[in-house]
């Protein structure tokens, strides 16, 4: 596929983000979402969370570094046909990593289409 730019892929993101039930939204808090252009340690990964998950966080947990969801672009652009494709991949990785940040298994996510 041609590749998106870079703003592009951030608002296919931001697209994503917004699918997101406002019950759950307004938890997602100390917490970022970044486009990435690939992971320097697996470069075939489509996105990571790196954090603390909602539900082992303290209810005094502050002062850390935000959680973090990491998107990577050229992994999922690898992997699409076109940007029809790019675009469901980018909502599927985007709410898998949210998942996570809400404490949901694999198999959990793989159950709601989220694998």
């Given at each position: 596929?041609?590749?998106?730019?870079?703003?592009?892929?951030?608002?296919?993101?931001?697209?994503?983000?917004?699918?997101?039930p406002?019950?759950?939204?307004?938890?997602?808090?100390?917490?970022?979402?970044?486009?990435?252009?690939?992971?320097?340690?697996?470069?075939e990964?489509?996105?990571?969370?790196?954090?603390?998950?909602?539900?082992e966080?303290y209810?005094?947990?502050?002062?850390?570094?935000?959680?973090?969801?990491?998107?990577?672009?050229?992994?999922?652009?690898?992997?699409?046909?076109d940007?029809?494709?790019?675009?469901?991949?980018?909502?599927?990785?985007?709410?898998?990593?949210?998942?996570?940040?809400?404490?949901?298994?694999?198999?959990?996510?793989?159950?709601?289409g989220?694998?």
């Amino acid at each position: 596929m041609t590749p998106v730019t870079q703003a592009e892929f951030e608002a296919m993101i931001n697209d994503a983000l917004d699918t997101i039930p406002d019950e759950f939204a307004r938890h997602m808090t100390n917490m970022v979402v970044l486009a990435r252009d690939f992971n320097e340690d697996n470069p075939e990964l489509l996105g990571l969370f790196e954090g603390v998950p909602l539900p082992e966080q303290y209810a005094n947990h502050s002062g850390f570094l935000p959680d973090a969801v990491f998107i990577y672009k050229n992994a999922l652009e690898a992997i699409c046909a076109d940007e029809e494709e790019l675009r469901h991949e980018v909502k599927v990785t985007v709410l898998h990593e949210v998942g996570h940040y809400f404490g949901m298994e694999e198999h959990e996510l793989h159950e709601l289409g989220w694998g």
